[in-house]
């Protein structure tokens, strides 16, 4: 089956990240939105940061925007995403008791949560069943020929037809890495790609 060979041998490239150091889905959750439309580089150090200075819910439920402002200039949208935090914050203590929600449901009710966001927390931080779909891996996916979608949405949907469920929580992760060391959007390197021999895209330039 083509999606689990494609798991398979990236697996054998990649250890696990970021996320597998970490066990508190508050911090997934800031962590993830803080990662929209911003580059891991700058994510995770900004995260670290922040939670330096603000090491819980109830802080952060209590922050000046503009002091969470300064901690995560560095971020896209950091002005939004300073509100949304705050929000966040609010909301899981008047609403949840202090707890980030672990289905997506009731995740998506959150203030600038979508769905990518939502899989996130529900793979890295409660380590359910889940494919949170980013750019990366809408186009690897459908450079590779497991799906052939337009959108997001749809990907998400045809990857959970195609990949066996005990292998979505691994989907994310590695095709993001892959994404930003071989399969990249502009030149990707075909040359050296693990995955070269299954790919119906290789060696086509991508402008």
């Not at 803080?34 to 150090?45: A, E, G, N």
């Not at 560095?74 to 707890?99: P, Q, T």
């Amino acid at each position: 089956m083509l999606a689990s060979e494609v798991i398979s041998r990236l697996r054998g490239i990649y250890t696990p990240g970021f996320f597998d150091r970490i066990n508190d889905p508050f911090y997934v959750l800031i962590s993830t939105v803080l990662s929209q439309r911003t580059r891991d580089d700058v994510t995770i150090p900004t995260t670290e940061k922040l939670f330096s200075v603000y090491g819980s819910l109830q802080a952060m439920a209590t922050a000046d925007p503009e002091d969470i402002e300064k901690l995560i200039k560095d971020v896209g949208f950091y002005r939004v995403k300073s509100g949304r935090i705050i929000e966040i914050s609010r909301i899981l203590l008047e609403e949840y008791e202090g707890k980030v929600p672990d289905n997506i449901d009731e995740l998506l009710k959150l203030p600038g949560v979508g769905r990518k966001t939502a899989n996130c927390v529900l793979t890295y931080a409660f380590r359910k069943d889940a494919i949170a779909v980013d750019t990366h891996v809408h186009r690897i996916s459908n450079r590779l020929g497991l799906v052939t979608t337009n959108a997001p949405e749809d990907t998400e949907t045809e990857l959970e037809r195609v990949v066996p469920r005990e292998l979505w929580q691994y989907v994310n992760e590695l095709l993001v890495r892959f994404g930003q060391d071989v399969c990249r959007p502009v030149s990707p390197k075909c040359d050296v790609c693990v995955l070269a021999d299954l790919c119906p895209s290789r060696m086509i330039r991508v402008k």
